[in-house]
């Protein structure tokens, strides 16, 4: 055998071994990076927890009013946009919509509750709303209200819009940022996905979020019984 010719002594169970060690070696390597970025992710994500969110009341696409506690208890997509949107928002509602179908399929998932806020409640009433979510997920609920209103949500979220200058058929574009927000059932902010995010790393994302908020409660739960018993 070759290998015997040129190191003599070594056989191929040495090799095996001594390849295995350094696979063992080069793949807890590889997952203690991975725990590094997940740990680091986890921890910017917490560090923005205080900004994003807070309390605020505006209509329903049924004409209802709808407060913030409605949020309370459930898992929260909130996209903002505006219906008379050419291309991106249609887009980011199809995604959305793809995220829920796809994890209404799995077992254990507790269902998303989708948001869709306007950015431009001029044209944006409860009726065009509930016309343009005919198009997305039925569990979609549209939000709007007076320009004032809508303005405090979207510095709660630090949403930026701006319209643009109306074209002679009185038509304009808002241009506003394109971010998704993921709230626990506490109405805590928990992650942001943006428009490169694909609907594959979206649903991953919801899901891992989902097994650590199970955990930490399960966790905050034993803190209190034994703070109870102390
Ligand atoms: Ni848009």
Redesign the pocket.
Known sequence: MMIKRVFPGLTWKSVAISSSIVGYIGLSYKFAVERHEYIKQKKKLESLRETFGGKFSLTDHRGQPFASDQLLNRWILIYF??TH??????E?LEKITDVINTLDKEEDITPINPLFVT?DPKRDNPEAIAKYLKDFHPRLIGLTGSQEDINKVAQLFRVYSHAGIPDEHNEYI?D?T?ITYLMNPDGEFVDYYMRSNTVEQICNSVKTHMKDYVVLRKESFWQWLLAKMC
């Open positions: 946009g505006f949107c050419p291309d991106i928002c249609p980011e950015v808002v506003h394109i």
